[in-house]
């Protein structure tokens, strides 16, 4: 019965330990930010683990003849530290959004490509879409109509480029295109990787702790119960490690998002609005341009047509000329019999009346 009332106590101290314990961590977890205001860098991390629940930690018996309230004590002594840290030491995510057009897509593609890698950087992702700028079987189906002579290519990158180099990296792809967007956002995480770092402290003070009462064990089901308390702990301690790294990832390196289309010819960039003179000067251009696309259309339609006409007339020529031959020589083969008027017998032609002979004058001529 001592025995029993021994060990129902040191289970008493352990389950009074684990909750000193959770509620250490969890308090070392209230000056995070809340869910419904995580920047979208921290919502694409890996999610924190939760703090460890000492009624799912596992329970058992523990040996009696240790102090729990030392382990507590030692947990609590890591305190919680003040979250403001100097600018020049904050954790600061950047995100650069470009949106660029290019004349030479394949000499662009490659150079974004060297680009990232001459910055000491990498490309994330990246993908290329649609068929050669000049291309006979393409199709624009947005605009509803076949065209054979314009569909442009698009691209997007992904590129990891050190924080400290992003400036630079900006400036050389405004060399390899015409940026038509830009836009640059910071996200600040440090108050979420403080945090996560006085939870690793606190778990890593926890299981130097633990593996001191599992030396000194003797108990077969105290070992259990501690080693399954370290199992726990050193689990924690593995996914706070790695969503710490995954910080340390993010803040090293900023993050550059490249969408790049193909174009004919760059996009003009006025810094005033059009006057009323340049209005008159664009549209009467503009009806230039019409002018001699429409005639441009007219003549590749006449080239289009030649060889049509060219082959058809050959072929119905060369028809008319089998057909009148073939008639020529039936008619040589069989001419025409000579026609025979035929006429009944006793039948004749009516005789004509007789002419009047014309009157004598009574005045002949002398």
């Known amino acids: 019965m001592m025995r029993q009332h021994k060990r129902w106590q040191s289970i008493a ?6 909750i000193v314990t959770a509620m250490m961590t969890a308090a070392c977890g209230a000056g995070a930010p809340s869910a419904s205001y995580a920047t979208e860098a921290q919502r694409d991390m890996a999610p924190a683990p939760a703090a460890m629940n000492p009624n799912t930690a596992g329970g058992g ?4 003849g240790y102090a729990t309230d030392e382990m507590a004590q030692a947990e609590s002594g890591t305190g919680l530290k003040s979250t403001a840290a100097p600018l020049d030491s904050r954790k600061l995510v950047k995100t650069l959004n470009l949106d660029m057009q290019t004349i030479e897509f394949d000499k662009a593609v490659a150079a974004i490509a060297a680009l990232a890698t001459e910055m000491g950087g ?113 689990y924690e301690i593995e996914s706070y490690t790695s969503y710490k790294m995954q910080m340390d990832k993010q803040v090293t390196y900023s993050t550059v998002n490249i969408y790049m289309n193909e174009v004919i010819k760059y996009d003009d960039v006025r810094i005033a609005p059009p006057t009323f003179g340049e209005r008159i000067g664009d549209a009467f251009q503009s009806s230039i341009e019409a002018i001699g696309d429409v005639a441009q259309w007219l003549v590749i339609a006449l080239v289009a047509v ?59 001529e002398k």
């Not at 018996?61 to 009696?64: A, G, K, L, S």
Request: charged share 25%.
């Open 122 to 234: 990498y490309v994330e992702q990246s993908s290329v879409s649609g068929n050669n700028l000049y291309n006979d079987y393409a199709s624009s189906y947005d605009s509803g109509y076949e065209s054979a002579y314009y569909n442009p290519r698009y691209a997007s990158f992904t590129l990891r480029i050190p924080a400290d180099k992003l400036t630079p990296a900006a400036d050389r792809l405004a060399e390899i295109g015409n940026i038509t967007n830009r836009s640059e956002s910071i996200s600040d995480i440090t108050d979420n990787y403080m945090d996560t770092e006085r939870r690793l402290e606190t778990l890593q003070v926890q299981e130097e702790r633990l593996l001191e009462l599992l030396k000194g064990a003797t108990d077969l089901e105290a070992m259990i119960t501690i080693e399954k308390e370290l199992s726990n702990v050193r």
């Open 306 to 364: 030649i060889p049509f006409l060219l082959v058809w007339g050959s072929v119905i020529a060369l028809i008319v000329f089998i057909i009148v031959r073939i008639v020529r020589a039936y008619r040589k083969k069989h001419p025409k019999a000579p026609r025979v008027v035929y006429q009944p017998q006793g039948v004749y032609p009516p005789v004509p009346p007789p002419v009047p002979e014309a009157p004598k004058s009574d005045h002949p």
């Open 61 to 64: 018996e523990m040996y009696d």
């Open 13 to 18: 101290a352990i389950l009074l330990a684990c």
